[in-house]
């Protein structure tokens, strides 16, 4: 059964039925069997170091927005930053939830890629955790398509999609999974693509609950980017502590909804309830593309992305190459054709 809160950004499903809590499993960092443990440690703590920014140097401007996790504040630190000032609620005690998120970090400081926002350095003493990046200018492909309502053309959309393939396939060399690829995530500037918030989703963990007594609460416009396997195992979850089981093949199945929301300036699935679309996601049933003038190679695309089977989604190499052979194809050999996806103009 579905309730709808008065909170009405989110929707809650009756844990009997779906029993999910946000956010997941924080891995123990200190392994006890591993010998190097105690030097790891130490070495990262050396190098949190360089990165730790103390809060009272952040020059902290408005507020831009409030997301699952935090605050982001628009913020003066050797020029423009965002700070994202984390919804602790004086959870941060826990030593292990807070060696999770330093460790987070540490990863995260070693992305380098013209496609992703740059990590600039945190506040790591609590209760102030923040994030510090880069500023994006811009919208957000979200406020592009669904507030703005702009007419993304298809050689733009190719365009955006192949920088969001690039940044992702660097993210996935690293092994770095982004967990959270929505348009939301997801800025533009002058045609440049920035992803920002990879690898965050742990990070929950140290946030305010955002579970209700007995009901999964559901964000809006979440649901729509979440693979079968994640959409089954909220189904499926009895423990809270069990994280959630996103994996590379996870982020391809989001990145095929953000092509979709790209081409259609649409959600998949739209309108329709929260329990309609996890029961046919979980079961393999697709948004029908039948009423989607596209050409062929660009539906392949979305329906590669989204197969029921993680294994055989493709990789964001595939992906790269598959959008490289849309325009030679059919945009520039059929230029009359009757569809507005596939002519070759420029956006
Ligand atoms: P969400 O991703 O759900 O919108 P966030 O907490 O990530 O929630 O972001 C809150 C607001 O701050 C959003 O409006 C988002 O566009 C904006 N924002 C987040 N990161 C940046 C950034 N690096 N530069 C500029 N704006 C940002
Ligand atoms: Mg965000």
Not at 19 to 34: A, K
Not at 69 to 83: F, P, R, S
Not at 205 to 232: H, M, Q
Request: glycine share 6%; charged share 20%; hydrophobic share 35%.
């Amino acid at each position: 059964s579905t309730n709808t809160s008065n909170d009405s950004d989110r929707t809650l499903i009756d844990s009997n039925t779906y029993e999910h809590t946000l956010p997941g499993r924080v891995d123990s960092v200190d392994s006890q069997d591993d010998p190097f443990s105690w030097n790891r440690q130490n070495s990262l703590a050396a190098t949190m170091k360089e990165w730790d920014i103390p809060f009272n140097d952040l020059h902290v401007g408005e507020a831009i927005g409030k997301g699952r996790i935090g605050t982001v504040y628009k913020g003066l630190w050797h020029g423009d930053v965002a700070i994202k000032l984390l919804d602790t609620g004086g959870s941060t005690d826990n030593e292990a939830q807070l060696a999770a998120f330093k460790l987070e970090l540490a990863i995260l400081r070693k992305t380098r890629h013209e496609n992703l926002v740059l990590f600039m350095g945190a506040c790591m003493t609590p209760p102030r955790l923040a994030i510090v990046t880069s500023f994006c200018k811009g919208q957000t492909l979200y406020t592009m398509i669904h507030l703005n309502k702009t007419t993304i053309k298809i050689n733009k959309a190719i365009t955006v999609a192949s920088q969001i393939a690039q940044g992702m396939s660097y993210l996935h060399a690293r092994s770095i999974i982004h967990k959270d690829l929505r348009t939301k995530n997801i800025f533009v500037d002058c045609g440049k693509v920035i992803i920002t918030d990879f690898g965050l989703f742990h990070v929950t963990k140290l946030c305010r609950g955002t579970k209700k007594d007995n009901w999964l609460s559901v964000p809006k416009g979440w649901l729509c980017y979440l693979a079968p396997e994640i959409i089954r195992s909220l189904k499926a979850m009895q423990q809270s502590q069990t994280d959630l089981p996103f994996t590379k093949m996870s982020d391809l199945y989001a990145f095929g909804t953000v092509w979709y929301e790209l081409l259609c300036n649409d959600w998949p699935f739209r309108s329709q309830p929260c329990e309609t679309v996890i029961w046919q996601v979980g079961r393999g049933i697709k948004q029908s593309l039948s009423t989607v003038t596209a050409p062929r190679e660009v539906k392949e695309i979305l329906m590669s992305c989204w197969t029921f089977r993680a294994a055989d989604r493709p990789d964001f190499a595939q992906i790269t190459k598959a959008l490289g052979r849309i325009p030679q194809t059919r945009l520039i050999r059929s230029p009359s054709h009757p569809c507005q996806l596939s002519r070759a103009t420029d956006a």
